[in-house]
């Protein structure tokens, strides 16, 4: 009986010695998984970032093929470029080499081929002077018409609306438009009174440059016209244009050598026919003052040139 108890005492002691000795294995394989499992997910992140480093390398590299082929196409047309310079210097030399041999071709001129450049020198000095000339004409004749046209502008707009009278310069002449309402009664030649005194104040600017002519141009708008005493837009145009004529003839004594007369009819409108304003615009007088047509056949002179 104590045989046995002692038998079964120490299977019981044993077993409980196996019992704690896996307890403890467990926790240590607890342990090592835990480390283990840690260091997996430490290799996960860690392949994570080198997936996005070799992602950029990647990247990077296809930037870095881009730039290359760049460099490839600008280096060619560099090449090209350099051949073309190439050319041009080859072209040069030839020029050069053309001239060199021109040159020692004049070195062998005769006395009389000397004496003939000579000339042609001296006639190209003469050209230049008279250009020189026409150059001083021309200066000349924009400072007279800015003068002239900063004289009428004073005078004419002194009780005259703005909208009703118009001065400018254009090129080598002076002209005044002057409205429809302030001139004419509608569909009429004859004056108002009220047009007589801008006459007036226009033939003093006019007196007082006798080198100068005027030119009195006749506009209307395209309605058509016809009456006992007028044809049509061409008539009436031509008719007050020599109304105003008249007036600076007889009325302001300007020498009627100076004055010219001309209609332009419908044509060469300033805005569309097709609106009131329109119409009101294009009906006009427009009174030039240019020099006088001799004056510019004396320009063509040399001679007489130097007297403008």
Excluded: H
């Excluded at 250009?131 to 009780?159: E, F, M, P, Y």
């Excluded at 104040?201 to 006798?210: L, M, T």
Aim: glycine share 4%.
């Amino acid at each position: 009986m104590k045989t046995l108890l002692k038998i079964f005492l120490f299977f019981g002691i044993g077993i409980l010695m196996t019992s704690c000795i896996s307890k403890k294995k467990m926790t240590a394989l607890q342990s090592e998984y835990e480390v283990t499992n840690k260091q997996l997910g430490e290799c996960g992140e860690n392949l994570n970032e080198y997936m996005a480093r070799l992602a950029a390398c990647k990247q990077e590299n296809e930037k870095l093929k881009g730039q290359v082929q760049t460099s490839k196409s600008n280096l060619q047309l560099r090449e090209e470029q350099i051949s073309d310079l190439k050319e041009q210097i080859n072209d040069v030399r030839v020029l050069r080499d053309k001239q060199l041999s021109q040159v020692d071709d004049l070195t062998t001129l005769s006395q009389s081929a000397n004496e003939n450049i000579k000339e042609t020198l001296l006639q190209l000095e003469k050209k230049d002077k008279y250009i020189n000339l026409l150059q001083a004409a021309k200066t000349r004749a924009d400072s007279i018409n800015l003068v002239l046209a900063v004289n009428l502008k004073g005078v004419l707009k002194s009780g005259i609306e703005d909208n009703d009278v118009e001065v400018k310069v254009d090129k080598t002449v002076v002209f005044v438009n002057l409205s429809d309402k302030m001139l004419f009664k509608s569909g009429s030649s004859t004056l108002t009174p009220k047009a007589k005194g801008v006459l007036g104040k226009i033939a003093k600017i006019v007196e007082s440059r006798p080198d100068l002519e005027v030119m009195v141009e006749g506009y209307t708008d395209s309605r058509s016209i016809k009456t006992n005493c007028i044809q049509d837009n061409w008539d009436l145009s031509v008719k007050r244009s020599t109304s105003v004529i008249r007036v600076l003839q007889n009325n302001y004594g300007v020498d009627p050598n100076r004055l010219i007369a001309a209609g332009r009819g419908e044509y060469n409108a300033l805005e569309s026919n097709d609106t009131a304003e329109g119409r009101s615009i294009n009906r006009r007088t427009r009174i030039i003052i240019l020099p006088k047509l001799d004056q510019f056949y004396d320009l063509l002179n040399p001679n007489l040139a130097k007297k403008q």
